[in-house]
């Protein structure tokens, strides 16, 4: 799964937080690490960052649904909003969908 998004004016990607939820529930989302299952880039045009959960982080959701996200801290301990979206998984093949949240 990918998602783009951009930081708060005065962040940098140091104050980014990834989120997983893989029962598809924003109650059950968990913080995980930059790692190779969870990789970002950026800046593109227009500040556009992108990141792309795959492998052992999706690996049992087939025919489930997975939220990804991201939310911003700081050392003053101010958080924002998750912004999060939620896919749902083909079990085998087709095609799955994704909501913004």
Known sequence: MT???TLPAGY???DIVYLLASSGQASGVQTVPLSSSVATT??????????TFQGA???????GQVMVGVRTLDASS????DRLARATLPAL???GTCTIL
Do not use: D, F
């Open 3 to 5: 998602i783009s998004w």
């Open 12 to 14: 940098t990607t140091s």
């Open 42 to 51: 950026g800046p593109a045009t227009g500040g556009v960052y992108t990141t």
């Open 57 to 63: 982080l999706l690996s049992n959701l087939l025919g």
């Open 78 to 81: 101010w958080v924002s909003a």
């Open 93 to 95: 093949v087709g095609t």
